[in-house]
């Protein structure tokens, strides 16, 4: 699997739109990015996830540049529910066999 | 729509003494289902996986096993804990097609 690096922290402020960016220089052409947050105490929670097209939802948007070595989540209107650790993960196949491998993500904290 | 349940939430255990957690699914078949253990600070680790019942994949040499009676419910174990089974226990499940989706998390400390 591709290996992702992302900063280790972020601060963001309450309603501005908070941007998570995601180096994947290694990734393969039929490696998805995937997104998932884990708020503390609690399990991971999916977000969002593309191949090579931006994508949005009714939680974020993805943006993957075209070369594909890097990606950004974007929270449009950050809320202090948003704090949370963000893991970006590159991982072959959408199917639900995948093996997925979480690094230690970006401790984001959103500020009132 | 897919629930994953997880018990105990949180789960204190002196040293030596054995461990079971459940992880039971709703609202789907035949799912692939994971176990992953979080140490403090730390990212996720894969421990076991399952396909279907009675079939286990270990990914790393440790003191826990899983099974997998029936097709909704998963099985953490250990006979003996040790210190460095500390950590938060995640259960995850996967269908094809579907982002993986995790439970709760069971929050366990040896003492």
């Known amino acids: 699997d591709a290996k992702t690096t992302q900063p280790t922290s972020m601060d963001c402020a309450e309603g501005r739109a908070a941007n998570l960016p995601c180096n994947h220089s290694t990734i393969s052409g039929n490696e998805y990015v995937y997104w998932y947050r884990q708020i503390h105490s609690q399990g991971p929670q999916y977000i969002i996830h593309g191949l090579k097209n931006n994508e949005t939802n009714e939680m974020a948007s993805l943006i993957i540049t075209e070369d594909r070595k890097s990606s950004t989540l974007i929270l449009p209107h950050a809320t202090l529910r948003d704090t949370a650790v963000y893991y970006c993960?590159?991982?072959?196949?959408?199917?639900?066999?995948?093996?997925?491998?979480f690094g230690t993500g970006t401790r984001l904290t959103i500020i009132p | 729509s897919q629930t994953i349940h997880q018990w105990p939430a949180t789960l204190v255990q002196p040293v030596g003494s054995p461990l079971s957690l459940e992880c039971t699914v709703e609202?789907?078949?035949?799912?692939?289902l994971y176990w992953y253990r979080q140490a403090a600070g730390r990212g996720l680790q894969l421990l076991f996986y399952?396909?279907?019942?009675?079939?286990i994949s270990s990914e790393v040499p440790q003191n826990l096993s899983a099974s997998r009676p029936q097709d909704r419910q998963f099985i953490l174990s250990s006979k003996k804990l040790l210190l460095s089974d500390s950590g938060f226990y995640l259960c995850?499940?996967?269908?094809?097609?579907?982002?993986?989706?995790f439970g709760d998390g069971t929050r366990l400390s040896i003492l």
């Open positions: 399952s396909v279907g019942i009675g079939q």
């Open positions: 993960i590159v991982r072959v196949a959408l199917g639900g066999n995948e093996k997925l491998t």
């Open positions: 995850a499940l996967g269908q094809s097609n579907q982002p993986q989706h």
């Open positions: 609202g789907t078949s035949n799912p692939n």
